[in-house]
């Protein structure tokens, strides 16, 4: 009985997934480089262009995307007897734990096999519907969930990783594109969050991090996109306004898109 539910789970969560176009990771195995930011920014992106977009939290201790998108006192609305419908914000669908739990001051302590089915949870039970794009927000690292989501969709699309300019955080950038390798997931670009901070009162750029360029000697082969750290930006994202993230930098649109690739449905 229980290989019977497994195998139908299973068989759902494929038949979700087949209906959406292009699966996307956003992972950076060092948590505070700014991997939710990127993925709100990539959704948001994709939605002013046009596409039907999905957005996937599957941060099960540390959730941001609720927070980000307004969406943290919203309920999930049944669809049918057996399936429930994500949240609906600015035309994107999302899903996301800090929704579910209205305490999100209150710590989650659950062990592996909880989070995984959790995630099978999410993939399956939720009607994502047809989408152009699923963005998938991933907990630092490359344990459980990372994993989990990995393998229960068999077709990812590439993976996107976010990082900063320290070497710290260049060496986990090595372990997430050894744990892609090793998945068979083809690595689409590596975002250095907080590459600069530009003044809003001189225009002066200064960096946050005073690493220098050769930590990039290693991924000479790969898309390298840079993005500065707007503060306007971030306050937005602090108060769960994402629809207007663009508003003030409408040029960032197009270098968000060209870290997944993106030119046609």
């Known amino acids: 009985m229980h290989n019977v539910e497994i195998d139908h789970r299973n068989s759902i969560i494929k038949e979700r997934m087949s209906k959406i176009k292009n699966k996307i990771i956003v992972m950076s195995n060092k948590g505070g480089v700014g991997k939710s930011t990127v993925s709100v920014l ?64 209150k710590a989650l302590i659950w062990r592996g096999p909880i989070k995984i089915s959790v995630i099978k ?66 690595v689409l670009s590596i975002i250095e969050n907080m590459s600069e901070f530009i003044c809003p009162h001189c225009g002066k750029s200064s960096k946050l991090f005073y690493s220098k360029d050769d930590i990039y000697e290693k991924l000479k082969d790969r898309k390298i996109i840079k993005l500065p750290f707007y503060s306007e930006i971030m306050e937005k994202l602090d108060n769960g306004e994402f629809e207007n993230i663009f508003d003030t930098r409408s040029e960032l649109i197009e270098k968000i898109i060209s870290s997944i690739g993106c030119d046609q449905k």
């Open 42 to 105: 990539i959704a948001q992106a994709l939605n002013k262009k046009g596409f039907k977009v999905g957005l996937l939290d599957s941060d099960i201790h540390g959730p941001s995307i609720a927070k980000m998108t307004g969406s943290e006192s919203m309920d999930y609305e049944p669809n049918d007897e057996s399936t429930l419908k994500p949240i609906l914000k600015n035309n994107i669908k999302i899903v996301s734990m800090g929704s579910i739990m209205k305490e999100n001051d």
């Open 121 to 186: 949870q999410f993939l399956a039970d939720f009607e994502w519907g047809e989408l152009d794009y699923l963005i998938i927000d991933l907990p630092p690292g490359t344990g459980d969930e990372p994993l989990s989501i990995c393998q229960e969709i068999n077709d990812i699309n590439g993976a996107v990783i976010v990082t900063t300019a320290q070497k710290i955080s260049m060496l986990d950038v090595s372990k997430a594109i050894d744990f892609l390798t090793k998945l068979n997931i083809k």
